[in-house]
Antibody, heavy 118, light 108 residues
Framework: QVQLAESGGGLVKPGGSLRLSCAAS????????MSWIRQAPGKGLEWVSY????????YYADSVKGRFTISRDNAKNSLYLQMDSLRADDTAVYYC???????????WGQGTLVTVSS | EIVMTQSPATLSVSPGEGATLSCRAS??????LAWYQQKAGQAPRLLIY???TRATGIPARFSGSGSGTEFTLTISSLQSEDFAVYYC??????????FGQGTKVEIK
């Protein structure tokens, strides 16, 4: 069945770095536009970053621009998010999200928790 | 950036009753709207896209309507598994994709 599985979350100090991974299975990964969407504790959903099917188009939310880098490896069916200069307000569950046409999300991972704290 | 506003923040409903959730866009988004359901401790799940098209496997008691700036998600007869938080999302003017702040449907 269709599955997205995130990994790489954890506790990191302010200013530190973390790399999230998302492994896809059960569907043709290269057919999907992919995003990272996060949810701070007790809060709503916030789109973070988007990458096109081939990886040639990338967008970031203003809140993470210049600090986060999204990438994908279609040969490995994997999506990544390199997070640098982390701040306390980056604390959230990060979801890997797949959109067949680049608009609404029809595949979500289970999420991985990132906690930024000293 | 398009701002999505959901109301009410919390809706208290008895099982078997109906529920109506609202979502308003700060400018017209035609029917480029999706609804998601999120249960506690779980990832969101797609319910509706294109404002009124149910996603695969979504029961018929969920229905979406609206266009332009005003949208509604209706749950005709709430089951125990429907108590959750519901989010709307616009996908016409992006980036950024923007979500509403959510409506929590709780047991009355």
């Amino acid at each position: 069945q269709v599955q997205l599985a995130e990994s790489g979350g954890g506790l990191v100090k302010p200013g530190g770095s973390l790399r999230l991974s998302c492994a896809a299975s059960g569907f043709t990964f290269s057919d999907y536009y992919m995003s990272w969407i996060r949810q701070a504790p007790g809060k709503g959903l916030e789109w973070v970053s988007y990458i096109s099917r081939s990886g040639d188009t990338i967008y970031y939310a203003d809140s993470v621009k210049g600090r986060f880098t999204i990438s994908r490896d279609n040969a490995k069916n994997s999506l990544y998010l390199q997070m640098d200069s982390l701040r306390a307000d980056d604390t959230a569950v990060y979801y890997c999200a797949g959109a067949p046409d680049g608009d609404f999300v029809d595949n979500w991972g289970q999420g991985t928790l990132v906690t930024v704290s000293s | 950036e398009i701002v999505m506003t959901q109301s009410p923040a919390t809706l208290s409903v008895s099982p078997g009753e109906g529920a109506t959730l609202s979502c308003r866009a700060s400018q017209s988004i035609s029917t480029n709207l999706a609804w998601y359901q999120q249960k506690a401790g779980q990832a969101p799940r797609l319910l509706i896209y294109g404002a009124f098209t149910r996603a695969t496997g979504i029961p018929a008691r969920f229905s979406g309507s609206g266009s332009g700036t005003e949208f509604t998600l209706t749950i005709s007869s709430l089951q125990s598994e429907d108590f959750a938080v519901y989010y709307c999302q616009q996908y016409i003017y992006w980036p950024p994709w923007t979500f509403g702040q959510g409506t929590k449907v709780e047991i009355k």
